[in-house]
Nanobody
Framework: QVHVVESGGGLVQAGASLRLSCAASGRTLSIYRVGWFRQAPGKEREFVGSIVWSGVSTTYADSVRGRFTISRDDAKNTAYLQMNSLKVEDTAVYYC????????????WGQGTQVTVSS
């Protein structure tokens, strides 16, 4: 079992930057990929990006590519979502989730952290 906890959300103005953290604990060796998702009020949860836990390969949604960067720190078992040039439409609850080796779905989800971008 893997437990993930997000942190780093807050209220910022449009154009600002923010970095979210996703700390993993438990059976972290079983993690294949960590993904970031977000859900805005009244909208479906959407994929933001992901990173291979044991490598550097990343994927991004078109809406954030070029503005957001995902990285990880092996020593801290933590993944990061660096968000630059934030827009009002980036306002959402951001979640990280772990996907295990051999699984097609993300199974371990955090509680989410609120990001609010004001104009």
């Amino acid at each position: 079992q893997v437990h993930v906890v997000e942190s780093g959300g807050g209220l910022v103005q449009a154009g600002a930057s923010l970095r979210l953290s996703c700390a993993a604990s438990g059976r972290t060796l079983s993690i294949y990929r960590v993904g970031w998702f977000r859900q805005a009020p009244g909208k479906e949860r959407e994929f933001v990006g992901s990173i291979v836990w044991s490598g550097v390969s990343t994927t991004y949604a078109d809406s954030v590519r070029g503005r957001f960067t995902i990285s990880r720190d092996d020593a801290k078992n933590t993944a990061y979502l660096q968000m630059n040039s934030l827009k009002v439409e980036d306002t959402a609850v951001y979640y990280c989730a772990a996907r295990y080796s051999g699984d097609a779905n993300y199974n371990s989800w955090g509680q989410g952290t609120q990001v609010t971008v004001s104009s």
